[in-house]
T-cell receptor
Framework: EPEVTQTPSHQVTQMGQEVILRCVPI?????FYWYRQILGQKVEFLVS????????KSEIFDDQFSVERPDGSNFTLKIRSTKLEDSAMYFC?????????????FGPGTRLTVT | AQSVTQLDSHVSVSEGTPVLLRCNYS??????LFWYVQHPNKGLQLLLK??????LVKGINGFEAEFKKSETSFHLTKPSAHMSDAAEYFC???????????FGTGTSLTVIP
């Protein structure tokens, strides 16, 4: 069964460094998403991406964040200058359609630790 | 404003007994509702979904959920818990504006042998 994959599973970085989290969505999906979950808190939406552009973003997704689909298979989340509060589990998701049934398929997550 | 509320952060049941995980949502319109499960070190797996068809939704692994508009609820049930059901369960709502999902805080299910 097709799956969303994410690499790395765990990333440790120093404050102020740039990180790129990578995701390979399911191959025929058209909608792509990033969510994050700070330890002990709920999963929060960051951004959605369709047709090579951002379609929605939350207030969390500020200028430090960017997304890209560089080669038609990968979907990346870049954090330009990491802060301690960026430490979280980051989930990538993909969906075939923006219409019903609106299913999103999630990857296993990347745990980002900023020290 | 809370879009989705999971009433129990932890639920513990004995193997073979029923499971009830509660979820309430707030939405002006009929939303799309989902239950996802997360086993340790695994991704979020879709259990079932409600998207304005039948109000009783059957999912994988024997789970069901009933959409009750009058109660704004979408509780997850299973008649008989199995050890492999121990995991974190998330109730998720998609409102009628946009595609983003709103997650509940999760319910951790423990199954006692």
């Amino acid at each position: 069964e097709p799956e969303v994959t994410q690499t790395p599973s765990h990333q440790v970085t120093q404050m102020g460094q740039e990180v790129i989290l990578r995701c390979v969505p399911i191959s025929n999906h058209l909608y792509f998403y990033w969510y994050r979950q700070i330890l002990g808190q709920k999963v929060e939406f960051l951004v959605s991406f369709y047709n090579n552009e951002i379609s929605e973003k939350s207030e969390i997704f500020d200028d430090q964040f960017s997304v890209e689909r560089p080669d038609g298979s990968n979907f990346t989340l870049k954090i330009r200058s990491t802060k301690l509060e960026d430490s979280a589990m980051y989930f990538c998701a993909s969906g075939l359609s923006g219409r019903s049934p609106y299913e999103q398929y999630f990857g296993p997550g990347t745990r980002l630790t900023v020290t | 404003a809370q879009s989705v509320t999971q009433l129990d952060s932890h639920v513990s049941v004995s193997e073979g007994t029923p499971v009830l995980l509660r979820c309430n949502y707030s939405s002006s319109y009929s939303p799309s509702l989902f239950w996802y499960v997360q086993h340790p070190n695994k991704g979020l797996q879709l259990l079932l979904k409600y998207t304005s068809a039948a109000t009783l939704v059957k999912g994988i692994n024997g789970f069901e959920a009933e959409f009750k508009k009058s109660e704004t609820s979408f509780h997850l049930t299973k008649p008989s818990a199995h050890m492999s059901d121990a995991a974190e369960y998330f109730c998720v709502v998609r409102l009628n504006t946009g595609n983003q999902f709103y997650f509940g805080t999760g319910t951790s299910l423990t199954v006692i042998p």
